[in-house]
């Protein structure tokens, strides 16, 4: 099943085995963003999060480059818009989207494209790869949290030199930050980025989905708060399985422990 906007600039491919795809269909703008595109693309991130089908996004750019902003001949028409306007909001619906997200980052990922990465859970990026910071330099405001959530993954003092002086993070060093979880070559990004989501695939659909919003939601208090929202989930968690269900998880615990531990990735 393929959907995709009138122009064919945001494109949504879903297999059988229920990973999803989202490509950024630019690539002659290298992936720059119009407003239309990012209706779009806030459309698709919520109608993939209501499909059951579906158990994990990859998000991806056509061409060389994953995406390099806002095109800027339509900024007023983006920077004057609702910006609180959610249902439009390509980043607020990856970050309500209950799915895990993987970012497949080509190319440049440039201000708009950098904030994006940002709202994806993991990151697989080829050797070419540049995450830039150019806010500074054009005199645009972040408001997609790039200013907030970078210095949390990367450090203060990192973010900083990142985004005042504009200059490009490379793959290799995004790695060592911890921002990118793997370097891979061009040919072989996508393949990584489904063998990661196929990984995912294999586990509890449900668990998977509450594993990664206690993540994503305790990462954004103290860890106090946090251990105590865990402990408070797995209390609703357990409280709410009923005999039948822990005798079925530890039937299958237990035909799982009789087989080889998995490889990693």
């Not at 497949?104 to 995450?131: H, N, P, Q, Y």
């Not at 790695?175 to 990118?180: A, H, T």
Request: hydrophobic fraction near 40%; charged fraction near 25%.
């Amino acid at each position: 099943m393929d959907k995709s906007s009138p122009e064919n600039l945001i494109v949504v491919k879903k297999d059988s085995n229920g990973i999803a795809y989202v490509t950024i269909n630019r690539p002659k703008s290298l992936n720059s963003l119009t407003k239309p595109m990012m209706t779009d693309m806030a459309r698709a991130f919520k109608s993939l999060n209501a499909d059951e089908s579906v158990g994990v996004i990859i998000l991806s750019g056509s061409g060389r480059s994953f995406c390099s902003g806002v095109d800027l001949t339509a900024a007023e028409d983006v920077f004057k818009g609702d910006v609180k306007d959610v249902e439009t909001d390509p980043v607020a619906q990856m970050e309500l989207c209950r799915k895990p997200i993987i970012g497949a980052i080509a190319g440049f990922a440039i201000t708009a494209g950098f904030e994006i990465s940002l709202a994806c859970d993991i990151l697989i990026a080829s050797k070419d790869a540049k995450f830039i910071d150019t806010h500074a330099r054009f005199g645009i405001f972040p408001s997609w949290g790039l200013s907030q959530k970078l210095s949390r993954i990367i450090g203060a003092n990192n973010a900083r030199e990142v985004s005042l002086t504009a200059t490009p993070l490379t793959a290799e060093k995004a790695e060592k930050l911890g921002l990118v979880n793997h370097v891979v070559e061009g040919s072989e990004l996508l393949k990584k980025a489904r063998e990661v989501a196929e990984a995912i695939m294999k586990n509890n659909r449900d668990l998977v989905l509450r594993y990664k919003a206690v993540i994503n939601d305790g990462v954004k208090i103290d860890l106090h708060h946090a251990l105590l929202l865990e402990k408070e989930r797995a209390h609703e968690y357990y409280n709410g399985m009923t005999k039948d269900q822990f005798k079925k998880m530890q039937e299958f615990i237990a035909s799982r422990s009789s087989k080889k531990p998995a490889s990693k990735l």
